[in-house]
């Protein structure tokens, strides 16, 4: 799936899910060495533990950030999943 990430230096994220499981996590743009690293971090993890962990996290004063932008992803893909 591509998502257009609002509010965010990345502008989008690219993303699978095979079984329940996030896979093939990658970010365009933004901090791309910290972005890499959430990538690895989630990858093979449940779709709502990710949500659940990340969804809310803030980038200094901004209302979102590119973790944040990850949850709203996976919330849209759930959603289209229903």
């Known amino acids: 799936m591509v ?3 609002r ?4 502008t989008q994220i690219l993303f699978d899910v095979k079984d329940g ?4 996590v990658s970010y365009v743009g ?4 910290n972005l890499k690293g959430i990538g690895k971090l989630v990858e093979g993890m ?5 949500i659940r962990r ?3 996290v803030r980038c200094g004063m901004k209302p ?3 973790p944040d932008q990850l949850a709203q992803a996976l919330k849209q ?3 289209s999943q229903a």
């Open 3 to 5: 998502y257009k990430t």
């Open 7 to 10: 509010g965010t230096c990345s």
């Open 21 to 24: 499981k996030l896979t093939d």
């Open 30 to 33: 933004g901090c791309n060495g």
């Open 46 to 50: 449940d779709v709502d533990e990710v």
């Open 54 to 56: 990340l969804d809310g």
């Open 64 to 66: 979102t950030s590119c």
């Open 77 to 79: 893909y759930k959603a």
